[in-house]
């Protein structure tokens, strides 16, 4: 099984930044692709970004593409969300995921690709 857990959340100003990371545990992480998505009350989970088991392909919601920016470093088991100029509709509760899939090279939208989720890490983002 592989194992997942949010960090870096919290209570900011428009305009600010945050880096989330997800810590990883399991052999078979560098194998993964891995996924970013949210949640606010009310709403579905959203499709935030996704990068590919190597690292080498990624993919955003519009949304934030150009904000935010996905990132992994296999060797520490972990990957990263950098989220600049922040504004309120990123509020949410957001999560990551792995792929169900070893060595998937597709970065993909869809919640039942992914197997495994982490906790979650509040981000709330005020004016």
């Known amino acids: 099984q592989v194992q997942l857990a949010e960090s870096g959340g919290g209570l900011v100003q428009v305009g600010d930044s945050l880096r989330l990371s997800c810590d990883a545990s399991g052999r078979s992480f560098s194998s993964r692709a891995m996924g970013w998505f949210r949640q606010a009350p009310g709403k579905g989970r959203e499709f935030v970004a996704a990068i590919d088991w190597s690292g080498g392909t990624t993919n955003y919601l519009g949304a934030v593409e150009g904000r935010f920016t996905i990132s992994r470093d296999n060797a520490k088991n972990t990957v990263n969300l950098q989220m600049n100029s922040l504004k309120p509709e990123d509020t949410a509760v957001y999560y990551c995921?792995?792929?169900?899939?070893?060595?998937?090279?597709?970065?993909?939208?869809?919640?039942?690709?992914?197997?495994?989720w982490g906790q979650g890490t509040q981000v709330t983002v005020s004016s």
């Open positions: 995921a792995a792929s169900a899939l070893a060595f998937y090279e597709q970065t993909s939208s869809e919640p039942d690709t992914y197997d495994y």
